[in-house]
Every structure is written in structure tokens, then in C-alpha cells.
């Protein structure tokens, strides 16, 4: 079946506007993370959904930083008033029940970069 | 706060050397997850340990879980090309639905 799918691939923006990244699931998967990773370097974890609530939002950087999940499925990651720090690649997974010994099915990423 | 250290940082072998990356945690993990992410692509799921001392094998690849469940290793035989990439373990954070991942090792081959 279908992977995780995220959307756009790559986002160019000047520093100060908004941006909005997306990410499709697996389908059935209850689980969805975002993780951000810097060239080079490791995944640093942004928010969890289980269904639609986010019961961990710990690692948004800044209240610049949101993100929404609808039906389940979708989610949204919104990044307010860009700056250039904020260029990274932006990493959607998901898993089935979010359990710690599931399995995280990665997408390709965003690569956001701020101008 | 917990945290899973990886090293080496990077390694650069000649193929058919041999390959091994080392993960720490700072607490006892219920369970440790693998992933490999080649240049350009995204992490993939390559294994999950749940036992102490458990040993796995995928064809030229051996992963070990330590007998107290705060370390493991991935070791690669015989490096080959394909086996470029970046190697990340993963481990439960307590009492969260979430992973902390370590900052992985790099792995490069000389043909």
C-alpha cells in the first residue's frame, strides 16, 4: 500500500512569511509524528498526535511553531514568521497505535529553506 | 532528561572492512529500534530489539541489545557500497509515547 506522503518537497520562503507543511499517513495509523533535521545532523522530535489530540507537544522550538492533525489522518505543520534558523528538512512519520515498540514509517520530507 | 548517545559520530572504511556503531542510553530501555537513512532519503526501520542480550542477524548485519538493556551495537561485515548511510538507533522515552533517536553515525565506503 501507500507510504507516508508529505507535501511540498521542498519549500523555498523569504524569512517573515508563513508556511504550511503537510503529511498523509499510512492509512489506519492512529500515530503521527514530525521531526526536524538539520543537515547533517540527527532527528530532533517536534510533536506527537495520537488521532486527532496532540499529547505531546514538547519539542516545538518556539510558539512560531503549530501543528494540527484532522479526521485522524492529514496534518498540518504551520511555521509562522519563518526564520532562517527554522531551514531544515521537516520529517512526517507515522505508526500504527503510537505503541513504543511500533514501527515509525518515515515520509520523504519537506525541505524548507528560508531565505 | 533521558538521551541516547551514538558513536562513532562518522566512519569512513574501505569496502569490505568491517563496520560497528555503538549506542548508549543514560536509563534502561524497554526495547531499542534501528534505522538507516541513505543519503538524500529518509530513515527506514531496520530492526527492533526487545530482550537482554539479544542478538539479531540481517544477512551481513548483527545487532546486540546488552544484557542491562542501556546499550546496543549494529556491526556490519564485509562493507559493501550499498551499506552507505546514515545508522540511528531509537529508544523508548519512559513514561512517553515517543521515541528519542541518537544522533546517528555516518558511515562512508571507499570502493
Known amino acids: 500500500g501507500a507510504g507516508v506522503s508529505q507535501s511540498p518537497s521542498n519549500k523555498v520562503t523569504e524569512k517573515g512569511k508563513d508556511v504550511e507543511l503537510r503529511c498523509d499517513p499510512i492509512?489506519?495509523?492512529?500515530?503521527l509524528y514530525w521531526y526536524r533535521q538539520s543537515l547533517g545532523q540527527g532527528l530532533e522530535f517536534l510533536i506527537y498526535?495520537?488521532?486527532?489530540?496532540?499529547?505531546?507537544k514538547s519539542g516545538l522550538p518556539s510558539d512560531r511553531f503549530s501543528a494540527e492533525r484532522t479526521g485522524g489522518s492529514v496534518s498540518t505543520l504551520t511555521i509562522q514568521r519563518t526564520q532562517q534558523e527554522d531551514s531544515a528538512v521537516y520529517l512526517c512519520?507515522?505508526?500504527?497505535?503510537?505503541?513504543?515498540?511500533?514501527?515509525?514509517?518515515f515520509g520523504p520530507g519537506t525541505r524548507l529553506t528560508v531565505l | 532528561g533521558q538521551q541516547v548517545m551514538q558513536i562513532p559520530q562518522y566512519q569512513h572504511v574501505q569496502e569490505g572492512e568491517d563496520f560497528t556503531t555503538y549506542c548508549n542510553s543514560s536509563?534502561?530501555?524497554?526495547?531499542i529500534q534501528w534505522y538507516k537513512q541513505r543519503p538524500g532519503g529518509h530513515p527506514v526501520f531496520l530492526i527492533q530489539?526487545?530482550?537482554?542480550?539479544e542478538v539479531k542477524k540481517q544477512k551481513r548485519l548483527t545487532f546486540q541489545f546488552g544484557e542491562a538493556k542501556k546499550n546496543s551495537s549494529l556491526h556490519i561485515t564485509a562493507t559493501q557500497t550499498t551499506d552507505v548511510g546514515t545508522y540511528f538507533c531509537?529508544?523508548?522515552?519512559?513514561?512517553?509515547?515517543?521515541?528519542?533517536f541518537g544522533q546517528g553515525t555516518r558511515l562512508t565506503i571507499n570502493p
Open positions: 498526535f495520537q488521532g486527532n489530540s496532540a499529547p505531546d
Open positions: 492509512s489506519g495509523h492512529t500515530a
Open positions: 536509563t534502561t530501555l524497554s526495547n
Open positions: 512519520a507515522s505508526s500504527f497505535t503510537g505503541a513504543h515498540t511500533d514501527t515509525q514509517y
Open positions: 531509537a529508544g523508548p522515552i519512559q513514561g512517553a509515547q515517543k521515541l528519542v
Open positions: 530489539l526487545v530482550k537482554s542480550g
